[in-house]
């Protein structure tokens, strides 16, 4: 294990420094609030998303881990437990995080999307593609691996893999004791305007969010609990951030 320091908010401003003349890497996990079903955490994808890019940063042996974001795009907005902003505030948010981690001296920039779909992969992946056309800084954005390994958890949001990786990062966010994969009705606030919530999106995006929003039941993996055991969550979420590793190391040598 890296003995280096790997999370900004652990670091001075020398060590800073010193971090980014070792390897000009800022890693951002882009996570959220959000519901995740009756047994786990709304917190799931900030905290996984802190937990793989630190593992990431220590495979690495550098790079710097900003604090996880939650100032997420859609989602499932009207879904209990879930706070969403406008893709249009994302996308100043991410805007201004590129240019400042710029003017800090960092030249690659990774944003792992513990919090994905395509109205965060927009907010954050459009974004940074402007930002590159004027800019010297290179960001990659991506929600995992180009190529997943097969680590034998599958499963959508709030699934086997996502529950493995929260289970990872802290077993107090999981609660395998709560989960009813009967338990179909999806627990909504009332009130909240799709067209919102989808300022700044494609057309394609916006599409999404009405659907995601319209949804009433939730179709689950039934053998959740038997998948997800700690081995079995240790083993996805070790393979997983071996990959990201791997990617990184390709894409900054090219």
Sequence with gaps: MSE???????????????????????I???GSLEWHG??????ADYVRGDDICAAVAERLDGGVVL??????????CNWRGTISFTPELVKLV???????????????????LAHAGRMQSESW?????????DADLRVLVASGPAVPPDTGLGGGHA?????????????NYVHLDRF????????????????LYSRGLSADATEAVHKFMAKELYDWDADLVEKVTPEAARRHTEMTCDAIAADLRAWMAG
């Design 125 to 133: 992946g459009d974004t940074a593609e402007e930002y590159m056309k």
């Design 94 to 112: 991410a805007a201004e995080l590129y240019r400042e981690l710029e003017k800090c001296g960092f030249r690659y920039v990774f944003v792992h």
């Design 67 to 76: 604090p996880a974001t939650w100032v997420a795009a859609p989602g499932f």
């Design 38 to 43: 009756p047994h786990l955490a709304t917190g």
């Design 159 to 171: 699934g086997p893999y996502e529950t493995g990786e929260v289970m990872a990062a802290g077993a």
């Design 4 to 26: 280096r320091l790997l999370h900004w908010t652990e670091m001075t401003p020398n060590d800073l420094d010193a971090a980014i003349d070792h390897l000009p890497l800022a």
């Design 28 to 30: 951002v996990p882009a």
């Design 180 to 195: 009813d994969p009967e338990d179909r009705q999806l627990p909504k606030y009332d009130g909240c305007d799709p067209e």
